[in-house]
């Protein structure tokens, strides 16, 4: 009976559901339930919250209201206002226990957020922000006031306590400006982790008042723009001109901006590799000594070093003092040391290295680098704060009071959890933002492609970790080919949609052609915000084969099923009225240069025309 029961319901709200516009949340919510009727919301209405403490939150709600044109609503203290969007404190039906959430109640009289903590209140804000854009029609700007908000009732909390995205600003440098309008857009898709990898070969970006040469050296480099390799060497006197990094006053003003928007910035430093930067402006602190620039992406010889000598204690004295000081910057729990990608050779040939090594009975450089990290490891939890570090096998280990990022593969991520470090999933072939995002003869050369279907298929809990030691997962942004902000956007758009909901949602997951169609829904939000974006998963994905006899033949595919595929060899570009692909492999005609493919939707081109040459195809099939 109560089965019954319970399947009458499910069907009344799936048929009232029915009648409105679909929510196509980013991510979906722990439980919606939509109800019949409805509520309006007109100019003059109030936004209430319980304190005055909590009057910043609900001004913030007013103007990301304003933003998407429903300006007009003013803020009150509850006990001073009747008010029609009301934020409540209280503990969560069903959902106790989440720091995180909230529950959305819409009824025809008001709108009510209720949540455990300000966090809460501010993603159920963003949840109805969502819900009002959906009534948004095709190229409309501006909400029309006096429409409609479905009644309902939304349940929600996040998967994930790490729902996070890096931003490589070393490879490139990045304002203030620009950090916060990133930030502003990730807050909107509920994540909340930001970490700046601060420094690297290409530039110092963090100010250090007890070591000015860092910024006043290690931030500049000599200009060269275009492809990140193989530039040309500095000149002799050119001026490091190209470059910049954050004041303490532009750390305290992110921090404050990101507080607000419930967004965590995580500080890293990479050492003792990655650390040219660091070495240029303090050469006595490498192995040679040898005075070298900052790296614009000048071929790398043997005779330099990027590497931190490990034998030397000033060394252990100088990251004292940064880490010190950006201690008191950060308020995140965390500073990440790096520790990744360490050329040990020129450990192998120092003479201070080598004495550590012997002093502290270590049997190999290997260990020397175990040694290095848990010495400043103990440096950040002296002064309060939880090492993190990219994982890497080492036969030293890791201190295990150390966080570690699993980047390269999933492995270090099971192997650290089962030892009870805590994990942060980041693998390069699933997240790693840098990656192509359609057909690499397209783009200039990174290391690999992760397109967006690709990047949906993450999985932060592979089989074999303890789930208990995963943080959450994070898209790591690293910057050599994205030299502005428009890129950075478009690197991080529409693959963040997919980290959102995956990191957060913890509903069924959408096939990947529904979550296709609710991304289709915000990109003319990010449009109407001027957030750049990536289409290239309308893209046709172009690879060979070889038939039996090993001639070169054809395949064609798309991200999305829905998409035709037109092609040509004649070298002119293909359009609907040309021969649509069919699944088969195609024979290249004799004598055909380039193979030219296009997508369409329902009569309308999708993506790109790609132009690949035969010769490309030839290399590309082995
Ligand atoms: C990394 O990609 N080297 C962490
Ligand atoms: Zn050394």
Redesign the pocket.
Known sequence: MKKIFLFAMLCLVISVHAQHRPLNLIPEPAHVAVQSGHFVLKTGMFITCPDTADLGLAKLLASQLKSIGTGGLETAVASEKKGKIKLLRGLLPGAAGHAEGYQLIVNPKEIQILAAQPAGWFYGMQTLLQILQANYKNGQKQLIFGQEIPCLTITDYPRFQWRGLMIDVSRNFFTRDVIERYIDQMAKYKMNTLHLHLTDNQGWRVEIKALPKLTGVGAWRVPRTGYWRGQKAPEPGEKATLGGYYTAEDIKHMVAYAARRFVDIVPEI?VPG?SLALIASYPELSCTKTVQQVLAGDPWNASRTNVLCVGNDSVYVVLDQIIGEMAGMFPSKYIHI?G??VSRAYWDKCESCQKRIRDEHLKSSEELQSYFIKRVAKIVLSKGKIPMG?YEKLPGGLPVEMAL?S??DDKGGIASSNKGHKVVM?P?AFT?LDFYQGDPFMENAIFSVNRLSTTYQFDPLPAGIDQKNVLGGQG?L?TEQVPNERKLQFMTWPRAFSLSQTLWSAAPKPSFPDFVKRIEAHLPRLDRDTVNYSRYFYDAIVSGLRAADKTLQVKLAAELEDLKIYYSFDDTDPDQYYPMYKGMPLDIPKGAQNLRVVTYRDGKVMGRILKIPVTELERRTP
């Open positions: 990479d990655h790096g990744d990608e990219w990022m980047w390269k980041t390069a790693y790591s690293w």
